[in-house]
């Protein structure tokens, strides 16, 4: 098979590709379709991670599985099926969290390349971490329905994952959602996902019972690091025959989905046994996972009949409407009795098949969400938020659509060649999107790479960040757990006060343990104080500035404020940099190991193009951002203080020929330059021509 390919790209090219290590971190949507590329391309040298078995609702869109192979690892068995295009392809399957501590900086500078085909930022963090750390390139890249995305990370050469800081994230693992919540937005999607269940139309990815297959459940055992199957022939991570009956029960879904519609049904809608079932008795299942609370808080079930016992007033329907009320308890459960019944009577009146569709502005519908959202928060120690928080947060759960991840992995692949032919120039970042822009390109590649921002509290130098946090209020532990682990993605962080050098946290287990249950001003970490920390493992080290405000009682206890100039009003931010002689001298690299870099494609201070209209919010991380109709092209910015705004008047908008004049992606298509080379399978249109008012890049047929 790999013989078909000679021709097909320059000698040069191919050579380049046969010679290369490759790692894919992720064998999901995207990462099935990227290893199905790479083996087809020519690629033999390549290895795989990924933590999770294979689910039924992967199956409509990751086609490197079938029906049989559900409850399988995900990474084995694509590395099978991949094999199956080449036989001769060396594949290294692993099936494994890439965060693990088997996969360190030496593991990554292996690798010629990676490429990241994750779901959620911690890991796409993490990677960004190693990559800049081995100095080896990253390709990264996301979708969200019909946006995708793809971008190079290279040290020193391009912004890193964390040059920007991001927008809250807005697709969730289905055991957060399904297990393990800990953010409101959890519980309203998990509502929406119960009201589908009830009356919309029941998809196998929307589960809301608990799920036995939860990775975190499991004991952890030992890691054998080579994808191996165990002695016990059972690999790392994958399902015991208990674990996959479990799953297999839930994945035989709609059975159970359809049991649960059936049995509220049975139950007559009564609204106090289907609120014990949600909210008593598979909470109650959950706890029984003893796994899952040994590093969280665990859930404490509710009963109705603590909250409207019977004969109590059950009709307060005013309650329903204080949108900016955040309920109590007793009326969020008053609230899911109300809507229910109007919810119940108008599924009953559907004729066949007939299902509800879930609108936020419907109002049942959306009393439905927001009280069920409010129990289950409650149950897991969750904020609650007011019916009109919730009707912002329960924006649109973006469905993963196969052809924008075949269609991303397919221009991650051709990043691929573009990054060991070193034509850096050439890998700017690409975005497909459903519309063709103003010029009638699907596929929009960025105008220009921008660099490193100096500020970054990643990739610069002596990275550093402000905390503004309430150091009456906040424990070590959580400043620990939640704002150097879940928020700085910090695997075990060392931290030391810079003034005294006294040791706060320690990764060394039970060395600061006694520091734990304090607050940080009762150990004099107050306003100004400097503290260094140190994640030895992600060879990351970061000031953080210390400053203390008094949070409100509703209030988030800190808030990171990653890259104060990130915050400044968008036009008061450098133009672009095109010409690397324009550069900051001072712009800093980060070294490897402490190393420095001597290559001289040197950092920019740029920025993307201006946002105008917010139209959608990647799950996968990004924020896609529509431009007017004449101005630039699709950019994507990710901020944790997004404003809004509107594009400038004049003066900044790119011309025409900047968007074309170099490399984009039908150039990627295309034959070599100086090398002779067989024809392609895919249709080229030529950009240069703009009399030829290009169709798409790439005709999607
Ligand atoms: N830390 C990690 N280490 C290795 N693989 C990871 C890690 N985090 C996520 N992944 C994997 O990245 C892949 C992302 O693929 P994708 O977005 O298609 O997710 P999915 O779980 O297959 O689908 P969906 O989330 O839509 O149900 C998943 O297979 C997931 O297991
Ligand atoms: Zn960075």
Redesign the pocket.
Known sequence: MAAAINGVFPATLQELVKKSKVLV???????CEVLKNLVLSGFTDIEI????TI?L??LNR?FLFHREHVGKS?ARVAKESALSFNPDAKITAYH????STDYGVNFFKKFDLVLS????RA?RNHVNRMCLNADVPLIESGTAGYNGQVELIKRGLTQCYECTPKDKQR?F??CTIRNTPSEPIHCIVWAKHLFNQLFGESLE?EDISPDAADPDAKEKDGADGNGEPKDDGKEKGEESKEEKEAKEDTANGNILRINTRQWAKDCNYDAGKLFNKFFNEDITYLLRMSNLWKTRKAPVPVQWDTLLPEGSSGDQKDVAKQHHKVWSIEECAQVFANSLKELSAAFLKLEGDDTLAWDKDDQPAMDFVAACANVRSHIFDIERKSRFEIKSMAGNIIP?IATTNAITAGISVMRAFKVLEAKWEQCKAVYARLRPNARNYFLVPDASLPGPNPNCHVCASDPAITLKIDTKRMRIKELRDEVLVKTLNMLNPDVTVQSNGSILISSEEGETESNEGKLLSELNIVDGVILKCDDFFQNYELSIIISHFDAERDENLFEVVADASQLKPKDEQPEVVKDKEDEPKSAKKRSANGEGDSKDDGPSTSKRSRPTEVVEEDD?DCLVIEEDEDQADVVVVATDKLSVQSPPKSGSKRKPSEVIEDEDITEILESSDDEPAGPTKCKRSRLDDPSSNPVAVISID
């Open positions: 971190v992720g064998a999901g949507g995207i990462g991670i990924d933590l999770d689910d609702s992967n990751q995900k494994d969290s890439v965060t085909a994750l779901d959620n890991a697709s693992p289905g990815d993963a996968d």
